[in-house]
Structure formats: structure tokens, C-alpha cells
């Protein structure tokens, strides 16, 4: 395990300000901050960075325009460019972004616009490739590239649906570019974390979510592909239990160093 990384981080992926607090009070070390997490997370607003960052925890930002592919044209690389300044002015320590080709490979322009608006904004800011590298046609190779793209950190399930599923890979990648802190996401249980630090993973991962109950006491109509009955037309919360639940996972996991490494940033 790497200096930078010897004490394992916690990150929780969040939507709210609240769920940074809770995350927080529950022993994350840090937070990705998202809206739309049921898309697998946008960018978020720059009033919920600021209130969020005001909640505690250092806060790295999802930097995504759309769902959908990782395939960008200019205008939305540009967007997203611009995302990157507005959520580092507004406090978080760094972003979470991606880009690939049609092809499968890494979009090294677009890469580097995004590494290089932090590094103009924030010297000192984070830069993390966000899963989009599952997709990549060679995740491995995508990872070992990231040093020379100025990207200190890659946030992967090893290329399958679950991180756990994909420890051969995360493997690899660890051993592919020994300066990147490799956070392993996807799936992630607190039962699957000793098996996930074992396989060369750096920190982890998790939504630790569950469905808020609606608060609606009229009638409800869909509105929008999502809502398809009033139980389900709902949005995500950080659940502390689940949280607290990784937390104790971490800190008992084998070869854990107590106390040991840099604080998050």
C-alpha cells in the first residue's frame, strides 16, 4: 500500500448536504457529491457543493453534464470544464470525472481539459476517473495512462458489475500505475471490504443509500420515466447505519494501519 494511502479511506457517494453530515458523523472520510444518483449521478448544483462543503466533510464533486455514454462533444466537454472551476471556488478538494472514446479508449483531450481546470483553479485538488473506466476496452491499460494525465486516483469495480467481482482486475490495476490510489466502487457490501483492501485496493467506495419515504399526502401521476408507481417516485438518502457498518469493516480489516498515512484531503 502506497504512503499517500496507508490509512484505507471511506468514501460515501452522496446528494445533499444532509448526507454529508450523515456520512460524516457515521466515519467517512470523505464524500462524492452527485445529484441524480438513480443515473448513476450528475453534477450537482454549486449552492449544494458550498452547503455541502459547509457540512464538514471534505467534499470531491461529481463532474458529469447527461446520462447516458461517456462520449463527449465539445460543447459538453467545455460544460464540464466549466463545472470542474465552478465546484473547486466553491470548496470541494477535488472532482470526479470521465471521458472515453466511441471506441472504448480513454479521451485524453477531454481528460486533460478536465485535469487541467483544476490544476487552474485548485492546485492542490484531487482528480479522480470515475467509472467510466469500467467501460473502457482495456481498463487496465486506461488506469496505468492516468499518471501522465494528472489524475491521481481512479474509482473502479475492476470491470464488472460488482468490485468485489472484479478483484482479479483491480489486481492489476494496482500493480499498473503504483501512484494512483485505486477506490474500489460498485456494489460494494461492508462484508466484501477485507477481500477488496486485500486485492490492492487504496479506499472504497459505497452509496450506502436506501429510498426516502414520500412525503406526498395527495394523489400522485407519474411524471417522467422514472416514476413508475408512488412508492417507487422517490429519491435516495445516506443511511448512517450502513455507513457505520463500513467504517467498523475498514478498521478491522487485515493489515490495516492504525493511525498510519495522510489525512484525506
Known sequence: MSAMSARPGLEIAVTSPAGARTAREHGADR????????????????????ASVASGPPVHVLVRCRPGDFVYDDEEVALMAAEVRAALRAGARGVVVGALTPDG?????????????????DPAAQVTLHRAVDQASDPVAAVAALPGLGITRVLTSGG????????????????AAPGVD??????????????????GATSVHLSAKSRATPRRAAGWVPLGAGGTSAADDTHFVTDGAVVAAARSALDAAPGRRNGAGNAPR
Open 160 to 175: 464488472a458489475p460488482t468490485a468485489i467481482g472484479g478483484s482479479a482486475v483491480l489486481t492489476a490495476m494496482a500493480a
Open 182 to 199: 485505486v477506490a474500489a466502487g460498485g456494489g460494494v457490501r461492508s462484508g466484501d471490504i477485507a477481500g477488496l483492501l486485500a486485492a
Open 105 to 121: 479508449a480513454l479521451d485524453t483531450r477531454a481528460l486533460a481539459a478536465f485535469a487541467g481546470a483544476a490544476r487552474d483553479t
Open 31 to 50: 464524500v462524492e457529491l452527485c445529484t441524480g444518483l438513480e443515473l448513476g449521478g450528475l453534477t450537482p448544483s454549486t449552492a449544494t457543493v458550498e
